[in-house]
Nanobody
Framework: QAQLVESGGGSEQAGGSLRLSCAAS????????MAWFRQAPGKEREGVARIGERDTHYADSVRGRFTISKDNAENTLYLEMSSLTPEDTAMYYC?????????????????WGQGTQVTVSA
């Protein structure tokens, strides 16, 4: 049974940093296109960053502040977030089992974690 489990969320002041982790089981992440999404209350789920074997792609809102990476030995996906702003407050989800198409569109992923909350205060 494939599973993704996120961790590392929490509360942070504006300007601070957090690192999110997504531990995968039942899949080999080195072969997967994987992504981070976020969803704030009342808003649609938004693609934040995507990683293939090595190539990466970021939403304009986080480019230069967030870094997505894989540790293939640990079978874990990461999202390093810096220069956080209150607008980054959301539930963050990792995703895998990419079906093709736009890699920052949520409907194109079939496997999801349960999410981890990030709250940034001014």
């Amino acid at each position: 049974q494939a599973q993704l489990v996120e961790s590392g969320g929490g509360s942070e002041q504006a300007g601070g940093s957090l690192r999110l982790s997504c531990a995968a089981s039942g899949i080999t992440i080195s072969r997967e296109v994987m992504a981070w999404f976020r969803q704030a209350p009342g808003k649609e789920r938004e693609g934040v960053a995507r990683i293939g074997e090595r190539d990466t792609h970021y939403a304009d809102s986080v480019r230069g502040r967030f870094t997505i990476s894989k540790d293939n030995a640990e079978n874990t996906l990461y999202l390093e977030m810096s220069s956080l702003t209150p607008e980054d407050t959301a539930m963050y989800y990792c995703a895998a089992d990419f079906a093709g198409g736009d890699s920052l569109t949520s409907r194109n992923y079939k496997l999801w974690g349960q999410g981890t909350q990030v709250t940034v205060s001014a």
